[in-house]
């Protein structure tokens, strides 16, 4: 998944979510919460995988996936595109109105705007491309 697309937020706590995605994501897929206060989506297979990987770990560690768990929802969007992002999962991620939705990969995430914005800036103005280039042998 790649890209970043700009949605709104309505009212009643709705997202739509870009049609680009939509066909990467499938009919259903999982939301919850992420690094650094996103919001993390995954394809069922992606969601099964993560799963999986849980089951292999000792159980203490297993444990400390609780609230990765116990956070997420299963999504299957209305016929508008939209999934119903609960209250909970809007107030760790920040979200208010305006949302920024980004492909990285194997998932997408889910900002808010504002905070979005002033992480890219930062980046772009003190990131160091180079380095990262480097560590993909581009």
């Known amino acids: 998944m790649t ?3 700009r949605h709104s937020i309505d009212a009643k706590g709705r997202l739509s979510v870009p049609a680009r995605l939509r066909e990467e994501l499938g009919d259903s ?3 919850t919460i992420g690094l650094r206060h996103s919001l ?3 394809t069922e297979q992606g969601w099964a995988a993560l799963e999986e990987k ?3 770990l000792p159980l203490a560690e297993a ?3 609780r609230f990765f768990f116990a ?3 299963h999504c299957v969007p209305d016929k508008q595109s939209r999934v119903l992002l609960p209250l909970e999962l809007r107030q760790y991620a ?3 109105e305006n949302a920024v939705i980004i492909g990285v990969g194997d998932k997408a995430e889910i900002w808010d705007a504002a905070t979005y914005d002033a992480m890219e800036q930062a ?3 003190q990131g160091d491309m180079d380095a990262i280039f480097a560590s993909l042998n581009i």
Do not use: D, W
């Open 3 to 5: 890209g970043k697309y």
């Open 94 to 96: 920040g979200l208010q």
């Open 123 to 125: 980046f772009l103005t």
């Open 63 to 65: 444990q400390n996936m």
């Open 40 to 42: 993390m989506i995954l």
């Open 54 to 56: 849980k089951r292999q």
């Open 71 to 73: 956070n997420a929802i």
């Open 29 to 31: 897929f999982y939301i």
